[in-house]
């Protein structure tokens, strides 16, 4: 236990408005998920909170359980917006080399402490409703517990009080710390990072997909050599392989396959940080479907992708033409100008399964279900809904988990 605990108590530095340890603002969720991976024995308990009903709009959080850190991320972009620092008894914080929480000092953080290591600022808000005083630096914030019968004292509705910083309460103590947050230095400057650091793809059922900040795009039947120079080489590279699905398709492609002509297996081309993975041919080595994923957290794959931010239109109702790299596309505006243009003719990575009917019409036919034992996916079965060019996988609670694109044969 001893040698646990020091592994644990290896200590986070604080930068204001940028990071803890290596969590940074920012940061996509799946590169944090990556993250606790690697170190399992300091992050040996994780918990994912999230709203099953609302997770277009809440944010998800990623507790560090035993270092009492909370991890806010976006609940659009997905990227590390907030951190919450909750406990200070058994977690090392450093700033600028010098520890001021953590086992191995003598006392907890105060008000007094934290003020002398982090110099003047301007004075604070306390909120009576909650009796916490708030000490605010750029980019970083420090709440204080205030005793009843002191809060008279810092009162922001009292003039001669306004600028009193609890340094000692009059008992001769100083408030210990309850809370730390790291977050951007203001709101406006929080939308932009987030917003700018993410990429939207536009796609379009029979004719491919578009990036707006690469200003490129992909078709189906694009070569291996063009799908590199768009999208960089693959992070992963997996053989198709026979599925259970098989029994469903037409039964001359069954023969086909089974007349005993073997041909080159087809192969995906994984783009797990941009959230798409890609069919190639195993003997044209060409284009054949595009696979873009939301990553909610009520999915059993989440976290192995990234979100893809796509806006899907039907076929032909986009004016732009993917016509490979270099291609000009209209100026965009991130993800807030893909989600301002009208909501009636496309789909986004937001988007339910209602709102898809009302873009795309109703499906042709029953879907195909996809269930297991709750031992194996608590989050219960997933439908497959097929359009002309495309098949929309949809969740319990009637949110998009992946959109396939292919062209019928």
């Not at 200003?215 to 960089?232: D, N």
């Not at 990234?306 to 000009?328: S, V, Y």
Request: charged fraction near 20%.
């Amino acid at each position: 236990n001893d040698i646990k605990n020091i592994h644990m108590d290896l200590g986070f530095d604080v930068k204001p408005g940028e990071s803890l340890g290596r969590f940074r603002l920012g940061m996509p969720l799946v590169e944090a998920i990556a993250e606790v991976r690697d170190d399992s024995r300091k992050y040996d308990r994780v918990v994912v909170k999230y709203m099953v009903g609302n997770v277009a709009t809440v944010d998800t959080v990623m507790e560090l359980v035993s270092h009492r850190i909370q991890l806010r991320f976006d609940s659009v972009t997905q990227r590390l917006h907030r951190i919450d620092v909750l406990g200070f008894g058994h977690t090392t914080l450093k700033y600028d080399g010098k520890p001021f929480s953590g086992s191995r000092l003598y006392e907890a953080p105060t008000c007094a402490s934290v003020y002398n290591l982090f110099g003047p600022t301007a004075p604070g808000e306390y909120k009576k409703m909650w009796k916490l005083y708030y000490l605010r630096y750029p980019g970083l914030t420090f709440v204080f517990p205030i005793p009843s019968r002191f809060e008279k004292l810092y009162d922001a509705g009292a003039e001669e009080s306004s600028t009193t910083v609890p340094l000692e309460l009059p008992d001769g103590q100083s408030p210990p710390l309850s809370k730390m947050t790291i977050h951007y230095g203001d709101a406006g400057q929080r939308n932009a990072q987030l917003q700018t650091s993410c990429e939207v793809v536009m796609a379009e059922p029979g004719e491919g997909i578009y990036l707006e900040k690469r200003k490129a795009g992909l078709r189906f039947g694009s070569p291996t050599q063009e799908v590199i120079s768009v999208l960089g080489p693959p992070e992963g590279v997996y053989p198709k392989g026979q599925t259970k699905v098989t029994i469903l398709t037409r039964k001359g492609s069954m023969d086909k396959e089974s007349s005993g002509k073997s041909s080159p297996q087809d192969y995906f081309y994984n783009y797990f940080s941009m959230g798409i993975d890609i069919l190639l041919d195993g003997s044209e080595h060409k284009v054949k479907k595009f696979i873009l994923y939301t990553n909610y957290p009520c999915h059993p794959n989440f976290g192995h992708y990234a979100r893809c931010n796509f806006r899907l239109r039907p076929h032909g109702a986009g004016k732009r033409q993917h016509k490979g790299k270099g291609a000009e596309g209209a100026a965009s505006g991130g993800i807030a100008g893909a989600l301002a243009q009208s909501r009636e003719d496309s789909v986004s990575f937001l988007s339910n399964w209602d709102h898809f009917q009302q873009v795309f019409g109703q499906p042709s036919g029953l879907p195909i279900v996809h269930d297991s034992l709750s031992t194996e996916n608590p989050f219960g079965k997933r439908l497959y809904y097929g359009y002309d060019g495309v098949i929309i996988e949809v969740m319990e609670n009637n949110f998009l988990a992946s959109v396939c694109l292919f062209v019928a044969e």
